[in-house]
């Protein structure tokens, strides 16, 4: 899964679930704040930082066709499907090896989690390994959100449980009402999804909003429809005929149509969040297992040219570095260790660098073995307009690149699955799944996110062990790959604060010098064009997407995004 796809998800499952605790799914810094959801407050730890008592407010009901109120039972169900391997539970690294008792080995969801209590239906206390910084965010993940054993233990297989994921919050899937719970071969997919084609969402009979300070339900349903026709999503805005786009950014001669009209211009949503767009290299395949050659990458490439072939600097702003501004602990822009005149990149650094490789026996400054040649170079369409410069400029030093741009899914899910070991692509959109930066550092840099064979979102395979490069049958450089392991679990026991934020610096820094496998281009922004209909839109912070509990629309009939 993508970041667009993941920022998307997590907008859906803002509008359905309820957690202990959860972001205010605004915009702009008061929308990183915690505050109380199901939970009564938010609880201060105990035991030097281990342990944590939520109590639940009374009488929140799941949806259609649960119905019933939501227990502490619930919420600890789902952190024992977190633990069932069989699952394979995509944010698992975030509680596996924290919370005691939780290691993602499970042989089964109804094995109670020894790190969790329930001591009545109202109360659920979590005791840690170690603490964490950022427990509470991790809480607020729609992976933590109360899930009813009635209907989930139907549901044995990886993924599976989505397509009849029982709401909680303001919104349910169309057709919850209709299914029959009364036994597992009585339970048929809910009609308002289909991945391929639809999701439609109607409002939750059973959600009071009287016990919700962050959310609201100002539209009777939503409905997103499947369109991979990308030209045509955005025809159909400017006609009304859909309120807005949701997950695919325009293409860039709509962008400079909108941003050039100021008609338009005030349909046009662009706000900067917890992403950075890099060059990625993976660290498995020749000839970027050589550090040297890194580096010659991140001195080659010109980022004017890249941010010129993306609309401009009205639009994105170059990026210097990995973590993004919009994280704890990121550094100022200021910081930029490969910086050039007007970020136009360096030939004689960039050969400088080069000749110091193995990869250049000649010492001409190119990479002069046939590892550097063909290499497939994966992009999207928003992304398409970088490749012939990055193709341009990585000839200079000897990479020759075959551009492949794919859909969003495809491109995704090719960079993720391990064993087909994808040497470059233009989308290393670095995110965070919560405003917290190691959200941000273990998915996209961290081993255990590659204790899967489909891998999010560690496309280059930082730190992959011997072990695991042998269980996924993909070779091993002799050079070793380097890790950051020891520096995200130091950076995640700290509390919040300045010493945290220094030690994420710090990671920061060592990314962009000791590993490189990214070279950041751009900082990263999420795009929506809406229709003449929207009268209200809110980005949310957390999500990094549109807020559907915040969003509203005119009052006479529209067809939904």
Wanted: glycine share 8%; hydrophobic share 40%.
């Amino acid at each position: 899964m993508g970041e667009t796809q993941i920022a998307f998800a997590f907008s859906i499952y803002d509008a359905m679930l309820r957690n202990l605790v959860t972001f205010r799914h605004i915009s702009g810094p008061a929308g990183t704040q915690i505050v109380p959801d199901l939970a009564t407050s938010v609880p201060a730890p105990t035991d030097n930082g281990l342990t944590y008592t939520f109590h639940l407010k009374p009488g929140i009901r799941f949806a259609p066709p649960v119905n019933r109120v939501i227990t502490s039972s619930d919420i600890a169900y789902a952190f024992q499907r977190i633990n069932d391997a069989k699952l394979v539970a995509q944010y698992g690294y975030y509680y596996d090896g924290l919370i005691k008792g939780m290691t993602g080995t499970a042989t089964s969801p109804d094995n109670h989690v020894s790190g969790i209590q329930t001591p009545n239906p109202t109360t659920i206390i979590f005791h840690l390994t170690k603490p964490a910084g950022d427990f509470m965010q991790r809480m607020a993940s729609p992976a933590a959100a109360p899930v009813p054993p009635e209907i989930a233990r139907c549901f044995t297989l990886p993924g599976t449980y989505g397509r009849d994921l029982v709401a909680s919050g303001p919104y349910m899937f169309q057709g919850s009402a209709a299914v029959n719970p009364k036994n597992c071969s009585t339970i048929k997919a809910m009609s308002g999804f289909d991945p391929t084609t639809h999701i439609t969402l109607v409002r939750n009979p059973n959600y009071a909003q009287s016990t919700d300070n962050t959310r609201a339900n100002y539209l009777n349903g939503v409905s997103i429809t499947v369109d991979p026709n990308v030209a045509d999503i955005f025809a159909r805005v400017q006609k009304g005929q859909l309120d807005g786009s949701m997950t695919d950014p325009p293409p860039a001669t709509t962008t400079r149509q909108y941003l050039t009209s100021p008609q338009l211009a005030r349909d046009f949503h662009s706000d900067l969040i917890n992403q950075v767009e890099s060059v990625t290299m993976n660290l498995a395949v020749p000839p970027f297992t050589d550090v040297h050659v890194r580096k010659a990458v991140a001195w080659i490439l010109d980022k004017s040219a890249i941010l010129r072939s993306l609309g401009g600097a009205s639009h994105y702003t170059i990026a210097t570095h990995i973590m993004t501004p919009t994280l704890p602990g990121g550094l100022p822009a200021s910081y930029d260790p490969y910086q050039t005149a007007g970020e136009s990149g360096s030939l004689a650094k960039a050969q400088a660098e080069m000749k110091l490789s193995a990869f250049d026996p000649q010492h001409d400054g190119k990479c002069d073995v046939a590892a550097c040649k063909n290499l497939a170079f994966i992009n999207i369409g928003q992304f398409a307009g970088a490749d012939t410069v990055v193709q341009n400029d990585l000839a200079k030093i000897g990479i020759q690149i075959v551009p492949r741009d794919l859909s969003v899914t495809t491109a995704f899910t090719a960079l993720f699955t391990i064993k087909q070991l994808e040497p470059m692509s233009a989308l290393g959109g670095g995110y965070a799944d919560y405003t917290g930066t190691y959200s941000f550092a273990q998915p996209n840099f961290g081993s255990t996110a590659l204790s899967a064979p489909v891998s999010c979102c560690n496309y280059s395979l930082v730190g992959l062990t011997r072990q695991q490069a042998a269980t996924y049958k993909v070779p091993y450089p002799a050079t070793g790959i380097p890790s950051v392991d020891t520096i995200i679990n130091r950076c995640e026991v700290l509390p919040a604060g300045p010493a945290r934020d220094t030690c994420w610096s710090g990671l920061d820094k060592t990314m962009m010098i000791q590993v490189m496998a990214w070279v950041p281009y751009v900082w990263g922004r999420n795009i929506v064009i809406t229709g003449p209909t929207v009268t209200r839109y809110v980005m949310d912070t957390m999500t990094s997407s549109i807020s559907l509990t915040q969003i509203a629309v005119s009052n006479h009939a529209s067809p939904g995004a």
